[in-house]
T-cell receptor, first 115, second 116 residues
Framework: GQQLNQSPQSMFIQEGEDVSMNCTSSSIFNTWLWYKQDPGEGPVLLIALYKAGELTSNGRLTAQFGITRKDSFLNISASIPSDVGIYFCAGKTWAGGTSYGKLTFGQGTILTVHP | DTGVSQDPRHKITKRGQNVTFRCDPISEHNRLYWYRQTLGQGPEFLTYFQNEAQLEKSRLLSDRFSAERPKGSFSTLEIQRTEQGDSAMYLC??????????????FGPGTRLLVL
């Protein structure tokens, strides 16, 4: 099935470093979401973006909805060991106020934080 | 708000057997989604319901798969004549269309299926 292009595939960083990951698509999305998934668990929503150009923060996390509506990025500042996990971007389309339900996911970025 | 729950969390079965998974959405969420996730990949959409109505099905949902949401609350996903390729994590999510274009999906913990 169609997936978004997410990069990098994996990152190994030292505690305290900043992290940046991004997601691109050949299609326009009207909503971009970022989720984190721990092993054996379901994805947990981190940040939701609903408007092109929107920049939203959630604690040490900042995400932006690209102006072309075909990309998004997520930054994590001052990483800590509990940031370890897999981060997924997801996009959704809607038109005329009607939401088309399904999410299209990226392949994920595996983040490892060394203490 | 108790979150989305799924049962069982793990299932091991032999090829050819039927399995059924259950999902209980966040109360008053009118949409319910099923996704499948294989190792090293992001979740892939299978199907979704708005209340009792199944509104969309992916091509991934072969005729061995059937999903129901009879009363617009919990949902079941059944896989008949399981194959080894069905081994995956099956994720359920729910959302409310009452938020309009800000509809957001919240995921359950998943059911991990292993077909031997």
């Amino acid at each position: 099935g169609q997936q978004l292009n997410q990069s990098p595939q994996s990152m190994f960083i030292q505690e305290g470093e900043d992290v940046s990951m991004n997601c691109t698509s050949s299609s326009i999305f009207n909503t971009w979401l970022w989720y984190k998934q721990d092993p054996g668990e379901g994805p947990v929503l981190l940040i939701a973006l609903y408007k092109a150009g929107e920049l939203t923060s959630n604690g040490r996390l900042t995400a932006q909805f690209g102006i072309t509506r075909k990309d998004s990025f997520l930054n994590i500042s001052a990483s800590i060991p509990s940031d370890v996990g897999i981060y997924f971007c997801a996009g959704k389309t809607w038109a005329g106020g009607t939401s088309y339900g399904k999410l299209t996911f990226g392949q994920g970025t595996i983040l490892t934080v060394h203490p | 708000d108790t979150g989305v729950s799924q049962d069982p969390r793990h299932k091991i079965t032999k090829r050819g057997q039927n399995v059924t998974f259950r999902c209980d959405p966040i109360s008053e969420h009118n949409r319910l989604y099923w996704y499948r996730q294989t190792l090293g990949q992001g979740p892939e959409f299978l199907t979704y319901f708005q209340n009792e109505a199944q509104l969309e099905k992916s091509r991934l949902l072969s005729d061995r798969f059937s999903a129901e949401r009879p009363k617009g609350s919990f949902s079941t996903l059944e896989i008949q004549r399981t194959e080894q390729g069905d081994s995956a994590m099956y994720l359920c999510a729910s959302s409310s269309t009452g938020t309009g274009t800000r509809e957001t999906q919240y995921f359950g913990p998943g059911t991990r299926l292993l077909v031997l």
